[in-house]
């Protein structure tokens, strides 16, 4: 078992591990590190997700790097585009001499003597167990299991002749050419899959048990394009990027604030883009509220378009059984399909599954506080990054690993080797993840947790966690401190340090 040391080692070479890896670079390039990724390629999500019609349900001005403009024509982009753009931006800051593909990291163990992480993985070609040890690590693993999607009981699905596949595990030999689909589920992959199939396939229904709130949204941004004619990218970027995050921002506390408001205009919309009589009601009027669950993008109506044209219908009802030719429902209506897609989700899986243990001791997440909504109470010198849910993953990613490189740097300057979060001094807990979808609500106890107030609660805020976590103090009463070697000593007893908001 070979060994060897860096200063910060990085789990994931996806949209958030390639940018932590570039921000090192940028603003800590006296750091070593490396990068070890459980696949064999560049790209996370955006390399694992392979089905018809894969895109981003986020404009790429917000979903792309601040530091690396977007330049493609397209707003909402296809997956192969932004696989491409970040693979460009790794072979740019050459992240990929960093990376170790095919290691999948099982276990992590602190030594507060050494201020070290121990860090154990698995080749996944040779079997062989591979050892490296590390001042910080930097989970960038995403919060789902790459290697299974979420399938339900399917009542009578032996019975069943045709096709089943979920989204997660697209074949590559699949030719839906003419063939009756019907798509399970109504979340984002389900609106996504549904116009990409009807574009070829016989029909395409999309079977769902209760309706989601779909937003069109043009697939091109008209300021973009405008700028884009009399501006380097550059200079064009930040403006539109700024617009979007205002925009979006706006539109999830006008949903929160006044939830009716914004479920009217939704409707209004819809019914604009169905044919007349359609009962929107009953097929794209959720129960709850929206952004009680992420809101579905359609670019350019394509879902809408499919269901007018009648390439593509939604069934709002329940499975009774697969039959040998399709699907039976609660209602006695038959379905017939050649091929059935199960888009019924993920499962969740926090750090990518590894174990930590500090100090001997393992570490329950689900009795974990998050600080910052970035790292875990009680745990040394770790970070992980976690998306935003009402906005682009990306916004949050990058705001993550420049406060890293802020910690990094304060470590540096103040000649100590160890931050650690600590729990909020009152009871008071709340998910870390605040939707209502199925795939959160099924995992939300086995995950960290946030506090009441800041710093351990976050508020789904861009422009509010900008001043928090680029020009905040990085000295607070939620996080300690030291040196190698000290004993714990309560916050706020360390020397201060006329740099900390640095």
């Known amino acids: ?50 089905y018809p019609g894969i895109r981003s349900d986020s404009d790429m001005f917000t979903l792309g790097y601040a530091f690396k403009p977007w330049t493609a024509p397209k707003a909402i982009a296809d997956g ?14 050459d992240v990929q001499l960093h990376i170790r593909f095919r290691h999948r990291v099982l276990r992590a163990e602190w030594h507060s003597a050494t201020a070290r992480w121990t860090v154990y993985a698995e080749r996944a070609d040779t079997a062989e167990t591979v050892v490296l040890t590390c001042s910080f690590l930097f989970a960038c693993t995403g ?45 984002a992959t389900a609106v996504t899959l549904v116009p990409a199939m009807a574009r070829r396939a016989a029909h395409v229904t999309m079977l769902q048990r209760s309706p989601t709130y779909v937003m069109a949204l043009s697939s091109r941004d008209r300021l973009a394009d405008a700028l884009r ?51 929107v009601d009953r097929h794209f009027s959720p129960r709850y509220d929206p952004w009680d669950q992420r809101l579905c993008v359609a670019p350019d109506g394509d879902l809408f378009t499919a269901v007018r044209q009648g390439r593509a219908s939604v069934v709002t009802d329940t499975v009774d059984t697969f039959t040998p030719d399709g699907v039976r429902l609660t209602s006695g209506d038959m379905l017939p399909a050649d091929i059935v897609v199960t888009a019924t989700g993920l499962n969740l899986l926090a750090v990518g599954g590894l174990t930590l243990r500090v ?17 875990l109470s009680g745990v040394p010198n770790f970070a992980l990054t976690l998306g935003y849910t009402n906005a682009s993953w990306t916004l949050k990613a990058d705001l ?83 040196r190698v070697g000290e004993t714990d000593a309560p916050t706020g007893t360390r020397r201060p340090v006329s740099s900390e908001r640095r």
């Open 1 to 50: 078992m070979a060994s060897d040391h860096v200063d910060v080692l990085i789990i994931g070479a996806g949209l958030s591990g390639v940018g932590a890896a570039c921000h090192l670079t940028r603003d800590c390039p006296d750091k070593t590190y490396a990068v070890l990724e459980a696949r064999d390629s560049v790209g996370g999500t955006w390399d694992l997700f392979r």
């Open 229 to 279: 004619r009399w501006l380097p990218a550059k200079a064009a970027y930040p403006v539109v990027r700024w617009k979007n995050v205002l925009l979006s921002t706006v539109t999830y506390q006008l949903s929160r604030r006044a939830p009716g408001l914004v479920r009217r205009r939704l409707r209004r919309v819809a019914t604009g883009r169905l044919p007349v009589g359609y009962d």
């Open 400 to 482: 993550v690993a420049g406060y890293v490189c802020r910690l990094l740097r304060h470590l540096d300057r103040t000649a100590q080797q160890v931050v650690t979060p600590l729990p909020p001094p009152d009871a008071r807990r709340v998910p870390l993840i605040d939707l209502r979808s199925g795939y959160v609500l099924r995992a939300v106890d086995t995950l960290p947790k946030q506090g009441a107030d800041a710093p351990w609660r976050l508020h789904q805020n861009y422009p509010r966690d900008v001043l928090l976590m680029r020009h905040g103090r990085l000295t607070d009463e939620g996080v300690r401190f030291s």
């Open 80 to 93: 192969a585009t932004i696989r491409e753009y970040v693979r460009e931006t790794a072979r740019e800051y």
């Open 359 to 375: 100090d001997g001791v393992d570490v329950d997440l689900a009795s974990t506080v998050a600080y910052k909504g970035m790292m």
């Open 143 to 187: 919060y789902y299991r790459y290697d299974e999607g979420y399938t339900p009981p399917l009542p009578g699905l032996d019975a069943y002749t045709g096709r089943l596949v979920h989204p997660q595990h697209w074949p590559d030999d699949l030719d839906h050419t003419g063939k009756r689909v019907v798509v399970i589920g109504s979340g």
